[in-house]
T-cell receptor, first 111, second 116 residues
């Protein structure tokens, strides 16, 4: 799987948009970009994933650059409950489809 | 989305003993995985639990230490054998509907294990 690079921590004000970057410069054409988050003492929670196009769901938006070498997860209106570690994962197709977690970004939403 | 129940949610165990962790899913799933999360660290995949056959272990994990069973499409167990304090971690079960890259994984709440 391609490696990802994320900032170790970020802060965001409550009610503002949180934009979490991820670099994956060695991504291959059949690899998906996934985002999960882990709130303290809980299991990871799926947020969103995409291949080439931008994606949006009820939780967040995923913006993937045209060259697919980086992406941004957007939480449009961050709340205190969005404080968590956010993991950006690049996932291969074929037989090597396992999720490999990096260190992620600790997002702290401040009142 | 699948609902995953892990038991026990936490335990404190004596070194040298074994603990079996259960993972129950509310629907049939193709793939089940076990992860370990050591204190302050990210998740590490231990193995893929295969129904009706031996689990597939990742590098650094062996069947004698982490035997896994998967008798059907909704249930799996992970045993942590001959425990030492270094085994103190959160152990997480994860499931997916398909074995492809285009599907989300769902996680249980984890089992917090402390070995004394």
């Amino acid at each position: 799987d391609a490696k990802t690079t994320q900032p170790p921590s970020m802060d965001c004000a409550e009610g503002r948009a949180a934009n979490l970057p991820c670099n994956h410069s060695t991504i291959s054409g059949n690899e998906y970009v996934y985002w999960y988050r882990q709130i303290h003492s809980q299991g990871p929670q799926y947020i969103i994933h995409g291949l080439k196009n931008n994606e949006t769901n009820e939780m967040a938006s995923l913006i993937i650059t045209e060259d697919r070498k980086s992406s941004t997860l957007i939480l449009p209106h961050a709340t205190l409950r969005d404080t968590a570690v956010y993991y950006c994962i690049v996932r291969s197709g074929g037989s090597n489809y396992k999720l490999t977690f990096g260190k992620g970004t600790l997002l702290t939403v401040n009142p | 989305s699948a609902v995953i129940s892990q038991k026990p949610s936490r335990d404190i165990c004596q070194r040298g003993t074994s603990l079996t962790i259960q993972c129950q899913v509310d629907s049939q799933v193709t793939m089940m995985f076990w992860y370990r999360q050591q204190p302050g660290q990210s998740l590490t995949l231990i193995a893929t639990a295969n129904q009706g056959s031996e689990a597939t272990y990742e590098s650094g994990f062996v069947i004698d230490k982490f035997p896994i069973s998967r008798p059907n499409l909704t249930f799996s167990t992970l045993t942590v054998s001959n425990m030492s304090p270094e085994d103190s971690s959160i152990y997480l079960c994860s499931v997916e509907d398909t074995g492809t890259a285009n599907t989300e994984a769902f996680f249980g709440q984890g089992t917090r294990l402390t070995v004394v």
